[in-house]
């Protein structure tokens, strides 16, 4: 029996599918200019991108889908996890078959749902609905199409973070794995309209991993019998964005005031390093400010805007 035969079926109301799903519709048309159309083939079949809710409800006759990409080679699907393809979505599940695959919004189109009853469900990203894969999912839909217009003046300011950001995440150096554990990055601006903008960065970590300052102990010192994995009369300065990693992640679980000094020293070298070199008349300054979640109040967060380094690009730039 093949893949497609034993796939499970795209019922009449479309209440089996959800977002991500990839369903094996063969061809697709593109809504073209002047009453126009293209028909595509699409032998890979089509992703879907609405959203679970919208996509079950008897009311909503249209979905969104986009076109999967065949066999995409290694090096695409490690620039779309890693957000330098911005409108590649990017989906993975260890029981799926491909268990990587990738759908180019690019070419997103919205088509009737009857298009898609009777049709196999060759491949789920998304096991729960409501699960971690499904919000990872809708948030990688979403950013493609809600990112905040930052100025292209500003992104000379942001290049450094970025490309060490897209180098790392996701990898097994200390860097991008401190960095998979930062919750959120969020700037800030007194202004956005003209050059002489004034930026800090929010690093924003969970409350388990960064107790508050009020919390830390006021008589803790720069130790090896305080910090775990530090040499012995290693110095607290001129230490290296990999090494202040390092020692993040070997102090999660340990001493808690270590490791919100660790946090302090990580947010001052990611200024230093990565962003004041890119000073600029456009922006001349970029501070950094590492707090974690709990401290975060409802008025800087509506005053920050969400700075997702996987996708973060010019407009000048290619970002498909």
């Known amino acids: 029996m093949s893949a497609e035969a034993a796939a ?4 009449d109301g479309c209440s089996n599918l959800r977002q991500g799903d990839v369903v094996g519709l063969k061809r697709l048309s593109l809504s073209g200019t002047h009453d126009t159309s293209e028909i595509v083939d699409t032998p890979g079949g089509v992703a879907i991108l609405s959203q679970t809710c919208d996509v079950v409800q008897p009311s909503k006759t249209r979905c969104l889908v986009a076109p999967v990409i ?3 080679s290694d090096g695409t699907l490690s620039s779309a996890r890693k957000g330098q393809k911005p409108l590649h979505l990017y989906l993975e599940s260890s029981s799926a078959e491909p ?21 196999p469900i060759t491949a789920r990203y998304v096991e729960l609905a409501s699960g971690p894969a499904a919000r990872t999912v809708a948030a990688r839909v979403g950013r493609a199409f809600s990112r905040f217009p930052f ?5 000379p300011a942001f290049s450094r973070l970025r490309r060490q950001a897209q180098d790392k995440a996701g990898s097994a150096g200390n860097f991008g794995r401190v960095l998979d554990r930062v919750e959120d990055l969020r700037v800030s601006a007194d202004q956005w309209s003209r050059p002489g903008r004034n930026l800090t960065l929010y690093i924003v970590v969970v409350e388990e991993l960064l107790i508050a300052h009020d919390d830390v102990d006021p008589n803790w010192f720069w130790s090896s019998t305080r910090v775990r994995g530090l040499q012995c009369a290693e110095p607290n300065t001129g230490l290296s964005l990999d090494r202040v990693s390092e020692l993040i ?5 340990a001493d808690k005031s270590s490791l919100a000094h660790l946090w302090r020293l990580f947010g001052e070298i990611v200024q230093a390093k990565l962003l004041s070199p890119m000073l600029s008349d456009e922006v001349p300054t970029f501070e950094v400010v590492v707090l974690s979640d709990s401290e975060m109040t409802l008025r800087q967060y509506q005053r920050t805007e969400s700075l997702d380094l996987e996708v973060l690009s010019d407009s000048n730039a290619a970002s498909v």
């Open 8 to 11: 499970e079926i795209v019922d």
């Open 70 to 72: 065949v066999n995409p």
């Open 99 to 119: 268990s990587r695959c990738l759908a180019n919004m690019e070419y997103a189109v919205s088509i009737p749902n009857l298009n898609l009853v009777g049709l």
């Open 249 to 253: 992640l070997k102090n999660l679980d």
């Open 151 to 155: 100025p292209d003046e500003v992104y």
